[in-house]
């Protein structure tokens, strides 16, 4: 069996991947049709507002999408390292100009762009009247198969067919696998990224907290490191350093960016112990997130890390980040999919869902319920029940009515 494998379930609206190494999760994504976030798309955009107080500018970049186009990024000609001209010294309203994503819409903000081009990209997009998508970014399976896993499985033979032909290095890695492609087991886990606790040893846990400005972790003990003898204090270094490793996992699973402190259960007074715990958080988070960056204790004694904003948290894809994450009526839509095709997978099953009236509308947008028919071979019967609380759904076998 692989030590290193890539699974990747397809379901109606929604592909999710998960990454597991010697069976513990490490990576773990979410790619839905209706919010590609357009990270690598190259574009042929034209200017709609120049935004002096902003240092930017907005541009339409095809489909009724903005973007933000910083000026530092709207000269092509600035040489690294070069101060950025004013933007209204660069573009004005009505322009065209080629651009490249490079942030994902989060946070209430829409995509980040660049004009810092080369020049097959500049030349590609020229060649496609403005606003205009010319190609997609990459894509979350792109990007996963970019650090190659030892085998990669998926529940879709058409995706399987897709990655064979685009990825021909890996055909003999792909394979298929009937669904449900993630166990029990894995489904929990998954299901805790959304949670605002994660336990550890002994009792402690990390509490984790998402704002606007910053996300921040609180390493906690539990009931076993208190006091300040030699014992709690050895507990506290424990859980410390197993708290780093986790808290950098968790950055990873989550897709945790910006902004980042990490509240440690104490911290000893001299000079040599903050070192060794610096060390320990700079060495967990280069061997889980790379592109993070450990700038080291602040004045009152947190962590601080900071790690580029790209794309966005998986709270935000799932629904609004508060005590937890409050899913989405389209999270619960998609998740109703999932379960109705499980029970269309029965003979004779008659599958129908039966929801509030939210979560029958986002049913009912987009592509989702349209591949939910293809997949399970009939429509699925949605019925809005009044009263229901917005999240609210099941589905029933209309057999057993």
């Known amino acids: 069996m692989d030590t290193d494998r890539l699974l990747i379930a397809a379901s109606p609206g929604e592909r999710r991947l998960a990454r597991l190494r010697a069976g513990r999760l490490v990576a773990y994504t979410i790619e839905r049709t209706s919010q590609a976030d357009l990270v690598g798309a190259l574009c042929h955009a034209r200017v709609t507002a120049v935004a002096q107080a902003l240092a930017g500018a907005f541009i339409a970049i095809g489909g009724g999408a903005v973007a933000f186009l910083p000026a530092d990024e709207a000269d092509p000609a600035r040489a690294d390292g070069t101060p950025a001209r ?22 209430g903000k829409g995509s980040r762009a660049s004009a810092r081009l080369d020049a097959a990209d500049r030349e590609a997009a020229l060649r496609v009247p403005p606003p205009a998508l010319v190609s997609p970014g990459p894509g979350a399976v792109a990007r996963a198969l970019a650090d190659p896993p030892g085998a990669i499985v998926t529940d879709d033979p058409d995706l399987a067919a897709t990655l064979r032909a685009g990825f021909p290095a890996l055909a003999g890695r792909i394979a298929t696998a009937p669904a449900p492609l993630f166990d029990a087991a894995l489904e929990e886990e998954i299901e805790g990224l959304g949670a605002p606790e994660v336990p550890l040893p002994r009792g402690g846990r990390l509490a984790i907290a998402i704002t606007a400005a910053v996300t921040t972790i609180d390493i906690d003990t539990g009931s076993g490191g208190g006091g300040g003898g030699g014992g709690a204090r050895a507990v506290r270094e424990a859980a410390n350093r197993t708290g780093l490793l986790e808290a950098a996992r968790q950055v990873a699973l989550r897709s945790l960016s910006g902004n980042i402190v990490i509240d440690l259960a104490g911290l000893p007074g001299g000079k040599g112990g903050r070192a060794a715990l610096l060390a320990a958080a700079e060495a967990a988070f280069a061997a889980t997130v790379p592109d993070a960056r450990v700038l080291g204790f602040s004045r009152l004694g947190l962590l601080e890390v900071v790690r580029p904003r790209i794309h966005p948290a998986l709270a935000e894809l799932l629904g609004t980040p508060a005590s937890g994450v409050v899913p989405s009526p389209l999270s619960e839509a998609l998740a109703a999919f999932r379960a109705a095709l499980r029970l269309a997978a029965e003979p004779g099953a008659a599958p129908r869902l039966v929801a509030s009236r939210a979560v029958v509308a986002a049913a009912r947008s987009g592509e989702a319920l349209a591949a939910y028919a293809a997949k399970a071979g009939r429509p699925l019967a949605l019925v809005e029940e009044p009263g229901l609380p917005d999240a609210a759904w099941r589905v029933e076998d209309g057999r057993r009515r």
Do not use: F
Not at 88 to 104: D, K, Y
């Open 86 to 107: 004013p933007i209204g010294a660069i573009v004005t309203v009505g322009q065209a100009l080629p651009v490249r994503i490079t942030r994902a819409p989060m946070g």
